[in-house]
């Protein structure tokens, strides 16, 4: 009886942290990144501006800061190509990037999947489908990612589609497969939900409600 109770404690408590501690890592790992992105960009910036390193090393004591400022950049950038001085300038920018050779190859492919995905016009992830893969009879989840366009297309001969077949736990790495249409399902699920389905690796079942914590065995009253 106390080995048993024993258990359902610490599964009760290993339920409310593993979560919490699973989440505070994510963010502290995030933080961790665009601090070090800007301080890079400070430490690049030393080149050109003498003395820019001891604000770097100020500024590294500061958590969360390069949080702040990142997104600041990013926001300040996406107003400013918003009229048409920004936009013109983003052209110039693309053209000067264009004309590297070893780059032009790199910034070009980064930034046609970053308009595709980002974009709101795009249907890069927009819908959840099921295929068959490896093999016949073997189910998975893969992303709807568009059509197949060009040469590619005009080598085969009925309708194709192309997913995104990602792997677990981890979806950010994964397979690009071209299926027939006819092949795939559609799903009445969200991305958001796939997702779930997919890094609990079929544990947290979309629909279902978020199971509650057992309840710690109540210890009897004793006269």
Same mark, same amino acid.
């Given at each position: 009886?106390?080995?048993?109770?024993?258990?359902?404690?610490?599964?009760?408590?290993?339920?409310?942290?593993?979560?919490?501690?699973?989440?505070?890592?994510?963010?502290?790992?995030?933080?961790?990144?665009?601090?070090?992105?800007?301080?890079?960009?400070?430490?690049?910036?030393? *080149?050109?501006?003498?003395?820019?390193?001891?604000?770097?090393?100020?500024?590294?004591?500061?958590?969360?800061?390069?949080?702040?400022?990142?997104?600041?950049?990013?926001?300040?950038?996406?107003?400013?190509?918003?009229?048409?001085?920004?936009?013109?300038?983003?052209?110039?920018?693309?053209?000067?990037?264009?004309?590297?050779?070893?780059?032009?190859?790199?910034?070009?492919?980064?930034?046609?999947? !970053?308009?595709?995905?980002?974009?709101?016009?795009?249907?890069?992830?927009?819908?959840?489908?099921?295929?068959?893969?490896?093999?016949?009879?073997?189910?998975?989840? !893969?992303?709807? *990612?568009?059509?197949?366009?060009?040469?590619?297309?005009?080598?085969?001969?009925?309708?194709?589609?192309?997913?995104?077949?990602?792997?677990?736990?981890?979806?950010?790495?994964?397979?690009?497969?071209?299926?027939?249409?006819?092949?795939?399902?559609?799903?009445?699920?969200?991305?958001?939900?796939?997702?779930?389905?997919?890094?609990?690796?079929?544990?947290?079942?979309?629909?279902?409600?978020?199971?509650?914590?057992?309840?710690?065995?109540?210890?009897?009253?004793?006269?």
């Amino acid at each position: 009886m106390k080995q048993r109770s024993f258990k359902q404690y610490f599964i009760t408590g290993l339920l409310v942290w593993l979560p919490m501690g699973i989440t505070v890592w994510v963010l502290m790992w995030l933080v961790g990144l665009l601090d070090g992105i800007f301080l890079a960009v400070l430490l690049a910036a030393d *080149t050109l501006i003498p003395g820019m390193h001891k604000l770097a090393e100020f500024l590294r004591g500061v958590p969360g800061l390069g949080v702040i400022l990142v997104a600041i950049v990013i926001f300040s950038t996406g107003v400013f190509v918003a009229n048409i001085f920004g936009q013109w300038w983003l052209r110039q920018w693309d053209a000067f990037m264009n004309r590297i050779p070893v780059v032009r190859s790199i910034y070009t492919s980064v930034k046609q999947v !970053a308009d595709t995905l980002f974009s709101g016009s795009g249907n890069a992830f927009s819908k959840a489908l099921l295929v068959q893969y490896p093999r016949q009879g073997s189910w998975t989840i !893969a992303f709807l *990612t568009g059509t197949p366009g060009g040469e590619v297309a005009r080598h085969m001969g009925q309708p194709m589609v192309s997913v995104y077949v990602p792997t677990t736990p981890n979806p950010t790495s994964g397979f690009f497969l071209m299926m027939p249409k006819a092949d795939v399902i559609e799903l009445d699920m969200s991305v958001d939900d796939a997702l779930k389905y997919i890094i609990s690796m079929g544990v947290v079942v979309p629909g279902t409600p978020v199971p509650k914590p057992p309840e710690a065995p109540v210890q009897p009253k004793l006269d």
